[in-house]
């Protein structure tokens, strides 16, 4: 099933159990898949542009759930991070950090990295390789830490 499909069958039950976290988020997701396939050629989008825009959103927040939780904004911080776990459901299972370690030290041992300044090589590997599956930032740590050791 595609992606917008899944998006506006979980939209309708959202409004059907009038789950307005739920609903804010599907909302703004199918807005999200709405600009991109009309700002471009007017193709469909692929996996890896769907995967990559619900990151984003998921990313933004987070963000705003940290600026809130830093005001002291603590009913809003828990919505925003409800919205994430929301949208967090349409992305590919994320892998556990014992996961995402050995398909790093595969990558590392692939590319034959050996120290830090080979970051740039694993991680574009891992990245593309990894792509939905697990955070930037996390695969970013993890590589930094066995390039380190």
């Given amino acids: 099933m595609s992606l917008e499909v899944e998006i506006m069958s979980q939209l309708k039950e959202a409004m059907k159990a009038k789950n307005t976290i739920a609903l804010e988020a599907l909302r703004a997701v199918k807005s999200e898949l709405l600009l991109a396939k009309t700002s471009g050629s007017g193709e469909e989008l692929t996996e890896a542009q769907q995967i990559a825009l619900l990151q984003k959103l ?16 603590e009913e809003f911080e828990q919505k925003e991070l409800a919205q994430a776990e929301v949208i967090l459901q349409f992305l590919p299972k994320q892998l556990s950090a014992e996961e995402l370690e050995a398909v790093i030290k595969e990558i590392i041992a692939e590319v034959g990295a050996t120290s830090p300044k080979d970051m740039g090589k694993v991680m574009g590997t891992a990245s593309a390789k990894l792509a ?16 380190n050791n």
């Fill in 58 to 73: 998921i990313k933004q927040r987070k963000e705003a759930a940290e600026q809130f939780k830093a005001n002291g904004r």
């Fill in 132 to 147: 939905g599956k697990a955070e930037g930032k996390l695969i970013s740590e993890k590589v930094k830490d066995l390039l």
